[in-house]
């Protein structure tokens, strides 16, 4: 099985910039894309930002421009840097892996406890 541990998040005022982080491991076969989704109070849950295996990338329109994610392959870990936030932007962040456990095993959806992202205005 994969885990998947966040760290990062926490409390910052409008403008300002934080970093999460999201490590995944166990047994791990292949990792598909690897990502991170948002649930604000009373909404759904949401893409922000994931990325693939082949090096490529997507973004919530709402957060382009503004948010990069990039990939330690050797570590099998994903950043999200967050620049410029906005208190929009406040809600639970969960990191994201779709990936295959064995060669044998099907490709699964994996995800993290979450980590709380507040903005201040």
């Known amino acids: 099985q994969v885990q998947l541990v966040e760290s990062g998040g926490g409390l910052v005022q409008a403008g300002g910039a934080l970093r999460v982080s999201c490590a995944a491991s166990?047994?791990?076969?292949?990792?598909?894309?690897h990502g991170w989704y948002r649930q604000a109070p009373g909404k759904q849950r949401e893409l922000v930002a994931v990325?693939?295996?082949?090096?490529?990338?997507d973004y919530a329109d709402s957060v382009k421009g503004r948010f990069t994610i990039s990939r330690d392959n050797a570590k099998n870990t994903i950043y999200l840097q967050m620049n410029s936030l906005k208190p929009e932007y406040t809600a639970v962040y969960y990191c994201?892996?779709?990936?295959?456990?064995?060669?044998?095993?099907?490709?699964?959806?994996?995800w993290g406890q979450g980590t709380q992202v507040t903005v201040s205005s």
């Open positions: 994201n892996c779709r990936a295959r456990a064995r060669s044998y095993f099907p490709v699964r959806d994996y």
């Open positions: 166990g047994t791990i076969f292949r990792i598909d894309a």
């Open positions: 990325t693939s295996t082949g090096g490529s990338t």
